[in-house]
């Protein structure tokens, strides 16, 4: 399981500031669903509540998925500390780097399309990175896709890059992706010569972005919501950037000493809008795309094999890098899960898809340090 895309070093980078945003109003009505005649609900909803304490997140929300029983979505806590407002099964939260399985869906509807293959190379694709890109004749979009490439994650690697959100988020908000990899990647060595190893990088779709939007003539929010939002009516889900208060608040304990602070502000500024992890949805509208992908509903039979077939390296442990295109791989009580893990400073958020059993799992808190996941292994036998 590949947990990646928190901004690990900002703890260390604030040294004492505390100059932090003023959150917004409460979030507009939606409606919510009431779970509480579904015959699991007591026992959901006390497993929910003790993750909430033991993470210690203002809110959290969960959705378990399962034959042979309704769907059951349950809230938890507080999605605006300010305000005090109750948490809501249909409130919008950010994703993270869940986003990537919604990427590498386009960039396979392309192959299949015909208008690029997975072994194309990146300055065939964008011929204005040769030179700029090291070995960009050699990095293919399967590597992109695989995090093989090993181009650099400015996310968790550059304290630049972090630095840039802390002092300035409003000016890094407005940065293109293209000044994104101008400033953070354009002439950085590689980690590894391409396809021989792993390494987590959020630069890699950042890119598959850009691949996206020059074989379709579109933006990306576009395409995603052409093939993916509105077919699946996904009504609550986006990317494009939008005014932002009907977004769950994210928080983090940033001095370690249990007080949160709002940073609803840096989120926005390092994820909206992004390829890497900028999509904002809600927990049913995340079922909904893991069922039509996992049950073939989103691509053929011949490119979902492609997206979960693992990525097997000598350089990983035991030879698995439990990582497909754009979906990791997670070992549970179930047997192997896919999904993908999202976190900024303020949320964590969690899809995942059972093969077993068809099972799917939502699980999100905004509360951007890890948690203990292992209500999963009791709930979803």
Same mark, same amino acid.
């Given at each position: 399981?590949?947990?990646?895309?928190?901004?690990?070093?900002?703890?260390?980078?604030?040294?004492?500031?505390?100059?932090?945003?003023?959150?917004?109003?409460?979030?507009?009505?939606?409606?919510?669903?009431?779970?509480?005649?579904?015959?699991?609900?007591?026992?959901?909803?006390?497993?929910?509540?003790?993750?909430?304490?033991?993470? @210690?997140?203002?809110?959290?929300?969960?959705?378990?998925?399962?034959?042979?029983?309704?769907?059951?979505?349950?809230?938890?806590?507080?999605? @605006?500390?300010?305000?005090?407002?109750?948490?809501?099964?249909?409130? /919008?939260?950010?994703?993270?780097?869940?986003?990537?399985?919604?990427?590498?869906?386009?960039?396979?509807?392309?192959?299949?399309?015909?208008?690029?293959?997975?072994?194309?190379?990146?300055?065939?694709?964008?011929?204005?990175?040769?030179?700029?890109?090291?070995?960009?004749?050699?990095?293919?979009?399967?590597?992109?896709?695989?995090?093989?490439?090993?181009?650099?994650?400015?996310?968790?690697?550059?304290?630049?890059?972090?630095?840039?959100?802390?002092?300035?988020?409003?000016?890094?908000?407005?940065?293109?992706?293209?000044?994104?990899?101008?400033?953070?990647?354009?002439?950085?060595?590689?980690?590894?010569?391409?396809?021989?190893?792993?390494?987590?990088?959020?630069?890699?779709?950042?890119?598959?972005?850009?691949?996206?939007? /020059?074989?379709?003539?579109?933006?990306?929010?576009?395409?995603?919501?052409?093939?993916?939002?509105?077919?699946?009516?996904?009504?609550?889900?986006?990317?494009?950037?939008?005014?932002?208060?009907?977004?769950?608040?994210?928080?983090?304990?940033?001095?370690?000493?249990?007080?949160?602070?709002?940073?609803?502000?840096?989120?926005?500024?390092?994820?909206?809008?992004?390829?890497?992890?900028?999509?904002?949805?809600?927990?049913?509208?995340?079922?909904?795309?893991?069922?039509?992908?996992?049950?073939?509903?989103?691509?053929?039979?011949?490119?979902?094999?492609?997206?979960?077939?693992?990525?097997?390296?000598?350089?990983?442990?035991?030879?698995?890098?439990?990582?497909?295109?754009?979906?990791?791989?997670?070992?549970?009580?179930? !047997?192997?899960?896919?999904?993908?893990?999202?976190?900024?400073?303020?949320?964590?958020?969690?899809?995942?898809?059972?093969?077993?059993?068809? !099972?799917?799992?939502?699980?999100?808190?905004?509360?951007?340090?890890?948690?203990?996941?292992?209500?999963?292994?009791?709930?979803?036998?």
């Amino acid at each position: 399981m590949k947990t990646r895309y928190i901004l690990t070093l900002l703890p260390v980078l604030l040294a004492g500031c505390e100059s932090l945003d003023v959150p917004q109003s409460p979030a507009e009505p939606c409606s919510p669903v009431s779970y509480v005649n579904h015959p699991r609900h007591q026992t959901y909803l006390a497993e929910l509540q003790q993750y909430r304490r033991k993470a @210690n997140a203002p809110g959290s929300l969960l959705l378990i998925q399962k034959p042979g029983e309704p769907r059951w979505i349950g809230a938890v806590g507080k999605s @605006n500390l300010a305000y005090q407002t109750d948490l809501r099964v249909c409130d /919008q939260f950010r994703v993270g780097s869940i986003t990537k399985m919604f990427v590498a869906v386009a960039t396979l509807k392309l192959q299949e399309q015909g208008k690029l293959r997975l072994d194309d190379r990146l300055a065939t694709l964008l011929p204005g990175l040769k030179g700029r890109i090291p070995q960009a004749d050699q990095i293919t979009v399967r590597h992109l896709l695989s995090h093989t490439s090993g181009i650099v994650d400015p996310p968790n690697e550059s304290i630049a890059y972090q630095l840039s959100i802390v002092d300035d988020y409003q000016a890094r908000f407005k940065l293109t992706t293209e000044q994104l990899l101008t400033t953070y990647v354009y002439g950085k060595p590689l980690h590894f010569t391409p396809g021989t190893a792993w390494s987590y990088s959020n630069a890699n779709y950042w890119l598959l972005g850009q691949i996206i939007e /020059q074989k379709t003539g579109q933006r990306l929010h576009e395409v995603l919501d052409g093939w993916i939002f509105r077919p699946l009516g996904m009504n609550d889900t986006y990317l494009d950037v939008r005014d932002d208060r009907n977004v769950v608040r994210g928080y983090a304990d940033l001095y370690g000493n249990g007080r949160l602070y709002d940073v609803s502000h840096w989120d926005r500024a390092d994820t909206d809008g992004g390829a890497d992890g900028g999509i904002i949805s809600t927990a049913a509208d995340l079922a909904t795309f893991a069922d039509a992908l996992f049950n073939g509903n989103l691509l053929a039979e011949g490119s979902l094999s492609e997206m979960v077939k693992p990525t097997l390296l000598p350089t990983c442990p035991s030879g698995d890098c439990e990582y497909g295109l754009g979906v990791e791989h997670w070992k549970t009580g179930l !047997g192997t899960a896919y999904g993908h893990n999202g976190g900024s400073v303020g949320i964590e958020a969690n899809l995942l898809f059972f093969p077993k059993n068809k !099972g799917i799992f939502v699980l999100y808190k905004n509360n951007g340090n890890g948690s203990d996941k292992s209500l999963m292994d009791r709930l979803m036998p």
